[in-house]
């Protein structure tokens, strides 16, 4: 057998496997749900039948979405993971040569699952603050002229975010179909998620993984006008949401006041740990440099990104490792110290 290019050429996605103390780079919750919150989860899970295939239309599941983010029940479809959705609408909505226009730095898999639909790709780099202005996003999609626009917002892995008001100006100059990825929005309140039922050319993404604190059950939502959903609903893979997570899901969607204290706590931890950070970062001014984010984690600016990614993982630290920064998950309190004072330690090192 032959094997494609568009497979041979792909460079993978490269998710930690190894097992670390204390795992920052993945930028999930450090907060496991409470002992009764499981257990209303165990008694939903224990009633599926587990002989038969799961609600193929997620019936349940996405009232209980609809009602949670303000929208109606034909406005939602359900996938495994935001990851299926990105797929699906990549290779559903565009034709095979379309021209997808992305951001660098940004989530790489939506390069890779352009690849694999065989999508012309456009990337626009951002500055070196790594942020980017929608008057540039602008400017730039009238040269290249894409048929869909993907990004993160707030983005990841740099942890800057567009206001709800600027998002809506670019949409309503753009005749590209854009797909928002709000997976760290829960963190940022800026979401457009109410208006893209009502917009014709926006489709927004959002996960349980980041603040809800469940990536275990592999859970994403995509929530646009009822024309765009219908189509998606038409192209995606029957039975896509397996039983197990429909009945989680649908308990977690009826428990939005701890979802929302979950994200409290998270942007509390990671403000405490940007401060620390701060402080111990101004001693190195030209070795490290801390970028402040809206998201669940932080990003350090450095030079010396691979040697102190190196010298975190022997002391069993794991953050993410980019060229030129790392980006650090806000832990448990605990963490964040032991985080901190290695890094410490690793810095007044470097400088010796």
């Known amino acids: 057998m032959i094997m494609p290019e568009k497979v041979l050429n792909m460079k993978p996605y490269d998710p930690t496997e190894d097992i670390y103390r204390i795992k920052l780079d993945a930028n999930e919750s450090p907060f496991d749900p409470p002992a009764a919150l499981k257990q209303k989860i165990e008694r939903a899970v224990s009633s599926a039948a587990f002989n038969r295939y799961p609600d193929p239309k997620c019936g349940d599941l996405r009232s209980k979405a609809a009602a949670f983010f303000g929208v109606t029940q034909n406005q939602v479809v359900a996938g495994n993971g935001s990851d299926e959705l990105i797929a699906l ?112 050319n926006v489709i927004v993404l959002r996960t349980a993984s980041k603040a809800f604190g469940f990536a275990s059950i592999r859970l994403g939502f995509a929530v646009g006008n009822e024309y765009l959903i219908s189509q998606l609903q038409k192209s995606r893979s029957p039975f896509n949401v397996n039983a197990m997570t429909q009945a989680a899901a649908g308990v977690i969607l009826s428990e939005p006041e701890y979802l929302k204290d979950c994200a409290k706590k998270i942007i509390s931890l990671k403000n405490e740990l940007e401060d620390m950070l701060i402080g111990i970062f101004c001693d190195y001014p030209e070795l490290i440099c801390l970028i402040k984010t809206v998201t669940n984690f932080t990003v350090v600016k450095t030079d010396f990104a691979g040697r102190i990614y190196s010298e975190l993982l022997k002391r069993s630290i794991c953050v993410r490792r980019f060229d030129g920064f790392l980006r650090i998950t806000a832990g448990k309190e605990q963490e964040n110290r032991e985080l901190v004072k290695s890094l410490a330690d690793i810095l007044k090192s470097l400088e010796d």
């Open 89 to 200: 609408i990549l290779g559903s909505l565009c034709k095979k040569g379309a021209r997808l226009m992305l951001l660098a730095p940004d989530f790489s898999m939506y390069g890779i699952y352009a690849g694999l639909n065989e999508l012309e790709v456009f990337t626009v780099c951002k500055g070196s603050d790594m942020k980017i202005s929608v008057d540039r996003i602008i400017e730039e999609a009238k040269k290249i002229r894409p048929d869909l626009i993907m990004f993160s917002n707030p983005c990841n892995p740099t942890g800057q975010g567009i206001g709800k008001s600027e998002m809506l100006r670019l949409a309503s100059n753009s005749d590209a179909l854009m797909i928002i990825d709000e997976a760290y929005m829960d963190f940022f309140n800026e979401s457009v998620l109410p208006d893209a039922a009502n917009l014709d």
